[in-house]
């Protein structure tokens, strides 16, 4: 059976959008919770690949989506370079100080368990579905690393990157490096298309953008194209507002991903051109569910049916989303 998400990410203008949404295995699963209490906390479940290739079945089996998303997160880069990392809970990511040399020897053992991940999911996964395999963008890797966790303002990566150059192009070098590793280690254990999350594109002025969001996203998708040609590409500049049209001219992904602030007949008449678009419904009308995010969906498809179009949300899942909510979207998704 041929794959809808594939046939969208290599250029296929198709009937009806293939759909996958961000953040799909998570909190708002009771089976997830469940899986993810047991397996001691999200970490453990990150590296448990039996669990891992579980949790990232459990929305296929109830949604049947197009796509599934290796379930991992874009922290397990830094992490496997050699910087301590831990979930608190309630308060996300705590990261230590940012290593003085990045560990790109051992790198490759440490993410091991999530390759493995990658395996078992492609091994069990139903015919019609894809394999979406992920990392973090440089930038948004960067900002955990310096600030050591989720920040609103970055204020600490952007003095470090005005008042140290050099050591912070250092970095961003290193992460592409170590990145380009890792999705192609994960493209060779079977995942068939890969997403790079640039989550905080948008904060950085014009001039700093091109620097450490577009010029870091397109090394990445060089190299990799070089080693797997045939394997389609998403960036996702969440953020980027006009730039994207920058962007995807010079990234030239196979396919852009627009967050929930990008008007879609923007983007079909500006983006479509160049690329697959995916998104871009708002997170929170599937919170509120019924007519309003139907609606949503709707005025979305009807502005990018006519070119290569994968459906998605604007940013991922919120963790109060009602699951029966997922389920009338999705249904609405394979009727239209
Ligand atoms: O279903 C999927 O989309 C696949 C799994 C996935 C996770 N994180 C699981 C996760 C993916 C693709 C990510 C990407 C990720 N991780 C991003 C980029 C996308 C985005 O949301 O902008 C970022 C910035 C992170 C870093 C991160 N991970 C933060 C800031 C947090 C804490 C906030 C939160 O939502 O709890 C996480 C934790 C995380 N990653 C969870 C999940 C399911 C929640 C962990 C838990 O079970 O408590």
Redesign the pocket.
């Known amino acids: 059976m041929t794959k809808l998400l594939l046939d969208a990410l290599r250029g296929q203008t198709l009937p009806r959008p293939p759909f996958w ?7 708002y699963l009771p089976e ?2 469940a899986l ?1 209490q047991d397996a001691g ?2 970490l453990d ?2 590296f448990n690949p039996e669990r891992a290739a579980e949790v ?1 079945l459990q ?1 296929i089996r109830r949604y049947g989506m197009s796509g599934a ?7 397990i880069v830094p992490m496997a370079l050699g910087q301590s990392l831990r ?1 608190a ?1 309630g308060e ?2 705590v990261l230590g100080e940012v290593p003085e040399v990045l560990n790109f020897v051992g790198a490759a053992r440490a993410y091991a368990p999530v390759i493995e991940t990658v395996r078992r999911v492609r091994a069990n996964l139903p015919t019609e579905t894809a394999l979406l395999g ?1 990392a ?1 963008s440089p930038w ?1 890797v960067a900002t ?1 690393m310096i600030e050591g ?2 920040s609103r303002d970055f204020a600490k990566t952007k003095a470090f990157f005005y008042g140290d150059t050099a050591r912070f192009t250092w970095l961003i070098d290193g992460i592409v490096t170590a990145t380009v590793e890792y999705l192609s280690a994960q493209i060779d254990a079977g995942a068939e298309a890969v ?1 790079l ?1 640039d ?2 594109a948008g904060a950085l002025a014009p001039r700093e953008f091109e620097r450490w969001v577009i010029e870091p996203n397109r090394q990445i998708i060089t190299a990799l194209r070089a080693r797997h040609p045939e394997t389609p590409i998403i960036a ?1 500049p ?1 953020g980027s507002g006009v730039l994207y049209k920058k962007f995807t001219e010079i990234v030239r992904p196979d396919c852009i991903g627009i967050d929930t602030q990008v008007p879609p007949d923007w983007a079909a008449e500006v983006l479509q051109p160049l690329a697959c678009v995916q998104g871009n419904l708002d997170p929170l009308t599937v919170v509120a569910g019924g007519q309003a995010m139907l609606k949503a969906a709707v005025d979305i498809c009807t502005h990018l049916k006519h070119g290569p179009f994968i459906f998605n949300l604007g ?3 919120v ?1 109060q989303t009602p699951p029966e909510h997922v389920r009338a979207l999705s249904d609405f998704l394979r009727a239209v």
């Open positions: 949404f961000m953040r799909q295995a998570g909190r997830y919770r993810r906390g999200f479940l990150c990232t929305p998303i290796l379930f991992s997160d874009i922290l979930f809970e996300g990511p992920f973090g948004t955990y966790g989720s997403q999350f989550s905080w996702f969440r940013h991922g899942i963790p």
